[in-house]
């Protein structure tokens, strides 16, 4: 059974950081491609930054250079840091899992508000 385990969403003041992790299991996770997704009320969910098993990543627009993908594969577990985080970066958070099939966790709220 697949299982994908968000965890480190939360209430942050703008400006600040918070660092998402996602633990993996079921997968041989070194062989994924992992993702982190998110999805802001009203909108559709959209991709925020990738990490390839060969260790390439790619970004958002509005992400770049304010978060980092990373992967530790003997950990089987993804991160994202958020650093300078905005309002509008408010969304439920997911973790993706992709190869020649696609998993989804449960989702991490992450609100930045004063």
């Known amino acids: 059974q697949v299982q994908l385990v968000e965890s480190g969403g939360g209430l942050v003041q703008p400006g600040g950081s918070l660092r998402l992790s996602c633990a993996a299991s079921?997968?041989?996770?070194?062989?994924?491609?992992m993702g982190w997704y998110r999805q802001a009320p009203g909108k559709q969910r959209e991709l925020v930054a990738r990490?390839?098993?060969?260790?390439?990543?790619n970004y958002a627009g509005s992400v770049k250079g304010r978060f980092t993908i990373s992967r530790d594969n003997a950990k089987n577990t993804v991160y994202l840091q958020m650093n300078s985080l905005k309002p509008e970066d408010t969304a439920v958070y997911y973790c993706?899992?992709?190869?020649?099939?696609?998993?989804w966790g449960q989702g991490t709220q992450v609100t930045v508000s004063s």
């Open positions: 993706n899992a992709g190869n020649e099939n696609v998993y």
């Open positions: 079921g997968i041989i996770f070194r062989m994924y491609a």
């Open positions: 990490i390839f098993s060969s260790g390439n990543t």
